[in-house]
Structure formats: structure tokens, C-alpha cells
């Protein structure tokens, strides 16, 4: 039984400079928890909803002291003294007090907050690592640790808009704990810094998740550039490392087609280009490949490579209850995208999680383009048994925080690194 004592909030910055929640949650008894939470760039249309200010004198309409009055009024006042039995328990008090199916009304920013908030403070009450309270929570029993996919060039909303896949991710396949996946990853990206600048001309400035963004002119160069780092760091493709690519092809797509440089493709085409790509690179991993909405196209495009990759599914899924339960009834992928803040609550994320995995899929937790240096992301991927985990590159201190959070749970369980799902190859 938790008892809430008092709930409190403040704006923050974000990684991107913009503003987002942190709460606080104290229980009776003394035990205490705070959360921040991101915020995404490429966003899909049926994500939780955000609550901004809207006022454009003030960090152009993207405040968040509305969200934060809600914490620190209204839901604070509702759950004050209030005797939760369990998570499940004060999530379904925030739904019902939202009493929207977006969270629109008080903000799924705010909801979340509070989420995870108490979910630490619950965890220090119990006197329990905030992985192991997380696997409670999802009736996981954790033995390994999730494969790290590690952005190397970023494109799309994530940068300049130069190329229109957004991420090639680096997928360190030929190592067994965080440790060895993270300076294996670190070679590639020295390596790439290097070509970038000798090609390009380019120093090390970094996208939104770290990532570098030089002026690629198509998406096979960008993909062709990471395999040449691959090399130049003196490993070989597809063992040592593989690649792993998010299209957000949302962003690309329209009525007409799919728009990558001159060329305006099909559903079928853009089939066929994906598919071309995972037999000549090793791509291990294509998420958001197809429009959100394009579910016709979908089955095929599992069809088409999934017995190659992983067909994750983010824009489509939302983390969405009745999305995953439509793309798992026609065949639409094959991995879920878990991103907490697209439904809003830890028990909304995990019965998304139980869906996915009752059918099969693999499960990448992501973390989103504006992050702060919270660290609970990392712990819910032990938790919850993830099997890979995509929180950005190998700089900035918001990414780099939850690597160490995982090097900090590595030294304490000696828990190995998952397996790869499939065979790799040099592709």
C-alpha cells in the first residue's frame, strides 16, 4: 500500500532546449521519486498529446507550465492522501482524471511525469532497484540485457532534411555485454567523423540524438558511408556490426506516393526499395519503412524482408493498443517501436509490451529526439526484457547518461547482452 503525500512539478529543459515536466512524488513513510519526460520530433498521429501553452511570446508556444500547474492542482489534490494499492492502481486514477483518450486534456506530458514519478518513489519505498520494481510490474524475469542500436547519421526531422530516411543506426553484433558493444560503436563513430570530414568537409556537428548529418545526396550514400566506417574502423560488416535504419516514411509519403529524390514510388516501389537495400547492406533492422497509414502495404512489406530484418513499427503503432492488435492480425510487422510517452502511462506501455510479445515480436524501447539526462528509460529496458534498445548516439550527456545507467546494471548482475533474433551476415 503507498499513501501519495504530495505531488510536485517544474518546467525543464529538454536536450533540445525546449521545455518538458519533471515531477515529484513523495510517499507517506519518506520514500520519494522524481521523472522527466521526453518529448519526440517525428511524431506519429495517433501519439498521446503533449499539453503546450501555446503562448508564442514565450519559447514560441511550447511552454509547459500548463502541464505543470495540472501536476501541481488538479492531480495533485485528486491522489493527496489517497492509498494506492500498485502501479496499475494510481495509472487508471491518472486516466480516468485525464478522462480523454489522448490525454489532451491534462497533458499526457503531465500524466506521464506523475507515472513515473511514482513508480520511483514506489521503488524506494520497497527498497528496490527501479529495474527490478519495473519487472514486477511487467511480470518479466530479466536474464540479459538489450542489444544497443547506436545512431551514427541522422536525416529527416531528426536534422536538416538533407536525406529523407532519418536514422542509420549502428547495431553492434558481435559482442556480449555494454561494455564491448559501446567501444565498438565509439571505433565506428571516429571512424565516420573522419570520413565525414575528409569528404565532406564537415566538422563533428551532431543531429538531434547525436547523430552526424553531413549533406548525403541520396539514402543509399548514407547507408554506404556507414558500411565504410564499418571497414575503416577495421571491422567486418555484418559481424562485427550491422546496420539498423528508421525511414519515417511518413514524412516522405503522401497520396501520390512516396517522394525520395526525383524518384515518386508505389507502395509496391517502395517494397522494392527496402527490399533491394536488405539484400545488398546488412540491414538487420527497418523500422517505419511504410506510411502510418498505409496499411495495405504493410503485410507486404514484412513479406517482402522479414525474414532478413526486423520489421519494427513506431508511426504505425503509437505504442497503441489496437494498432498492435490490427498490424498483429494482418501480418503488418514484426517488432514493436516501445516509446512510453506516445500512450501516456507505464501500464498502457506495458500492456502494449505483453500484446507484442504474446504474438511473437521483438520489442526495441526507444527513447525520443528531446531527452534529458533522467535516467529510468534504461532501468524499463532491463525491466522489461527489451531486446534492443535505441537511445541515440555515443555523445551528449542525455544519451550518455543511460548508456552509463546500463554499465552501472551490467557491473551489478553480470547479465549478458541479447542475441541478435536472426542470423547475421555481411550482406
Not at 541522422?154 to 559501446?182: E, M
Not at 504493410?298 to 526486423?310: D, M
Request: aromatic share 6%; hydrophobic share 40%; proline share 3%.
Amino acid at each position: 500500500m503507498f499513501i501519495v503525500e504530495r505531488l510536485n512539478a517544474r518546467e525543464i529543459l529538454d536536450s533540445r532546449g525546449r521545455p518538458t515536466v519533471l515531477a515529484e512524488c513523495s510517499l507517506r513513510g519518506g520514500a520519494a521519486g522524481s521523472a522527466s519526460v521526453p518529448s519526440g520530433a517525428s511524431t506519429g498521429t495517433a501519439e498521446a498529446i503533449e499539453l503546450r501553452d501555446g503562448d508564442i511570446r514565450r519559447y514560441r508556444g511550447l511552454g509547459c507550465r500548463k502541464a505543470v500547474a495540472n501536476i501541481q492542482g488538479e492531480l495533485n489534490n485528486a491522489l493527496q492522501g489517497k492509498a494506492l494499492d500498485s502501479q496499475r492502481e494510481l495509472d487508471a486514477c491518472l486516466v480516468s482524471l485525464d478522462g480523454t483518450p489522448s490525454k489532451s486534456r491534462l497533458g499526457a506530458n503531465a500524466i506521464l511525469a506523475v507515472s513515473v514519478a511514482f513508480a520511483r518513489a514506489a521503488a524506494a519505498a520497497k527498497q528496490e532497484e527501479l529495474w527490478c520494481y519495473f519487472a514486477d510490474l511487467a511480470r518479466v524475469t530479466p536474464k540479459s540485457l538489450p542489444r544497443l542500436t547506436i545512431n551514427l547519421f541522422s536525416g529527416g526531422k531528426h536534422a536538416g532534411q538533407q536525406v529523407v530516411i532519418q536514422d542509420v543506426l549502428i547495431v553492434p553484433a558481435g559482442t556480449r555485454t555494454v561494455d564491448d558493444s559501446l567501444a565498438l560503436s565509439w571505433e565506428i563513430y571516429q571512424a565516420a567523423a573522419e570520413i565525414s570530414f575528409r569528404r565532406y568537409g564537415m566538422r563533428l556537428l551532431r543531429a538531434d540524438e547525436g547523430g552526424m548529418a553531413p549533406p548525403f545526396r541520396s539514402p543509399e550514400e548514407m547507408i554506404e558511408t556507414a558500411i565504410e566506417a564499418i571497414e575503416s574502423a577495421g571491422l567486418q560488416r555484418g559481424k562485427d556490426a550491422a546496420l539498423a535504419i528508421d525511414v519515417a516514411a511518413s514524412h516522405f509519403h503522401s497520396a501520390d506516393g512516396y517522394r525520395i529524390g526525383e524518384d515518386l514510388l508505389s507502395g509496391a516501389e517502395m517494397i522494392d526499395r527496402l527490399k533491394c537495400w536488405t539484400e545488398t547492406y546488412p540491414l538487420v533492422s527497418v523500422e517505419d519503412g511504410l506510411g502510418e497509414e498505409d496499411w495495405e502495404n504493410w503485410p507486404g512489406l514484412t513479406s517482402a524482408i522479414g525474414q532478413r530484418a526486423i520489421v519494427v513499427g513506431d508511426d504505425l503503432l503509437c505504442t497503441n493498443v489496437a494498432r498492435i492488435r490490427r498490424a498483429i492480425q494482418s501480418s503488418a510487422c514484426n517488432a514493436l517501436l516501445l516509446k512510453v510517452n506516445q500512450v501516456g502511462t507505464l501500464t498502457e506501455a506495458c500492456e502494449a509490451l505483453q500484446l507484442a510479445r504474446g504474438a511473437g515480436w521483438q520489442v526495441t524501447l526507444s527513447v525520443r529526439s528531446g531527452e534529458t539526462e533522467d535516467t529510468w528509460a534504461a532501468d524499463l529496458a532491463v525491466g522489461w526484457g527489451a531486446d534492443q534498445f535505441k537511445n541515440g548516439s555515443l555523445t551528449q550527456s542525455e544519451r550518455l547518461a543511460k548508456y552509463n545507467r546500463l554499465l552501472v546494471i551490467e557491473s551489478e548482475t553480470s547479465f549478458p547482452t541479447n542475441s541478435w533474433p536472426m542470423g547475421l551476415r555481411q550482406g
